[in-house]
């Protein structure tokens, strides 16, 4: 039998259209993409490509730790980018959070990111 949970937290940034942050499901969390919105300003991150990228991964570590997870549980990363000129600053900040093990990943650029933002991520987890 499947178990399918949306998971919300309060601490990110709210869906802006019909979707979920997450959805668990048996032992595993789908996070929706997350932009750099930073909810305490409620602003989007642009000074920099480094400090938007921590902010998105601010935002996915908030969603997995509300579904019982967390970033060290990440098997799956889909990176969205809107300029691979910037792929080595993203990918420095990247590689601080996924130091140890790090999980697969693909990344592709892409035309546009809603609210003007330069990266969205994506991950799957597990929550064993």
């Given at each position: 039998m499947s178990i399918r949970e949306v998971i919300t937290a309060k601490e990110a940034p709210a869906p802006i259209?019909?979707?979920s942050q997450a959805i668990k499901a048996n032992d595993l969390i789908f996070t929706s993409g997350q932009i750099g919105f930073d909810v305490?300003?409620?602003i989007l991150v642009q000074d920099?490509?480094?400090?938007?990228t921590r902010q998105v991964l601010e935002n996915v570590k908030t969603i997995l730790a509300s579904a019982g997870s967390s970033?060290?549980?990440v098997v799956k990363v889909t990176v969205f980018?809107?300029?691979m000129k910037n792929f080595q600053m993203m990918n420095s900040v990247y590689a601080?959070?996924?130091s140890e093990n790090p999980p697969a990943r693909s990344c592709v650029e892409v035309g546009a990111l809603p609210r003007g933002a330069r990266v969205e991520i994506e991950t799957?987890?597990?929550c064993k």
């Open positions: 259209g019909p979707y305490t300003k409620g920099s490509i480094e400090n938007e970033i060290s549980k980018i809107t300029d601080q959070y996924f799957i987890a597990t």
